[in-house]
């Protein structure tokens, strides 16, 4: 098994920052890539960010050149750094680890936006 524990989400006015953590534990090597996708109101879940354990990266288009996706392979922690933030980006996100034999998500963690 695998257990995601998220942390890091707020409230922070448009313009401004904030970093998720995402940190795995358990049987890590199942999972080939860390990143975080998340929901807002009345919309589906979205991708925002995956860092794949080779090396490549996805972002989501809504947040390319606005969020930065790293990670800790020691800690197996991954940090989504959020900059320039939107009131649009409100939503709840969601810690995501892509597994054998299947996948996990963590609890969620609020990100609201003010305008």
């Known amino acids: 098994q695998v257990q995601l524990a998220e942390s890091g989400g707020g409230l922070v006015q448009a313009g401004g920052s904030l970093q998720l953590t995402c940190a795995a534990s358990?049987?890590?090597?199942?999972?080939?890539?860390l990143g975080w996708y998340r929901r807002a109101p009345g919309k589906e879940r979205e991708l925002v960010a995956v860092?794949?354990?080779?090396?490549?990266?996805n972002y989501g288009d809504s947040v390319k050149g606005r969020f930065t996706i790293s990670r800790d392979n020691a800690r197996n922690t991954v940090y989504l750094q959020m900059d320039s933030l939107k009131p649009e980006d409100t939503a709840v996100y969601y810690c995501?680890?892509?597994?054998?034999?299947?996948?996990?998500w963590g609890q969620g963690t609020q990100v609201t936006v003010s305008s």
């Open positions: 995501y680890a892509r597994g054998y034999p299947f996948d996990h």
């Open positions: 358990g049987t890590t090597c199942l999972i080939d890539a």
């Open positions: 860092s794949f354990f080779r090396g490549s990266t």
